[in-house]
């Protein structure tokens, strides 16, 4: 069984800093692409930022130049560092990865259970 845990959400203030990470676990042929998502209460889910494999990333505009995203393929972690926070930023963020399974062919997503990040003063 593949699972995907993230942690390091919580409430910060205005113009705060947080480091999401998100552990994946079990057994796995190829880690792929991976992302953060976001939702937020009354929205619909968005992308934040993926990177490919080979560490090529990308953001969404709003967080652009406030976020970045790595990952550290030999402990299977992908991160995110969210600087300059606003309250817009609030939202339950998921992490997702691309996932080549040791007893199937082809590639599939899995999700993880989210964890909240509030920004308020």
């Known amino acids: 069984q593949v699972q995907l845990v993230e942690s390091g959400g919580g409430l910060v203030q205005p113009g705060g800093s947080l480091r999401l990470s998100c552990a994946v676990s079990?057994?796995?042929?190829?880690?792929?692409?991976m992302g953060w998502y976001r939702q937020a209460p009354g929205k619909e889910r968005e992308l934040v930022a993926t990177?490919?494999?080979?560490?090529?990333?990308n953001y969404v505009d709003s967080v652009e130049g406030r976020f970045t995203i790595s990952r550290d393929n030999g402990k299977r972690m992908v991160y995110l560092q969210m600087n300059s926070l606003k309250p817009e930023d609030t939202a339950v963020y998921y992490c997702?990865?691309?996932?080549?399974?040791?007893?199937?062919?082809?590639?599939?997503?899995?999700w993880g259970q989210g964890t909240q990040v509030t920004v308020s003063s």
């Open positions: 079990g057994s796995i042929f190829s880690l792929n692409a």
């Open positions: 990177i490919t494999s080979g560490g090529d990333s």
């Open positions: 997702n990865a691309r996932i080549v399974r040791r007893i199937l062919a082809g590639e599939s997503s899995y």
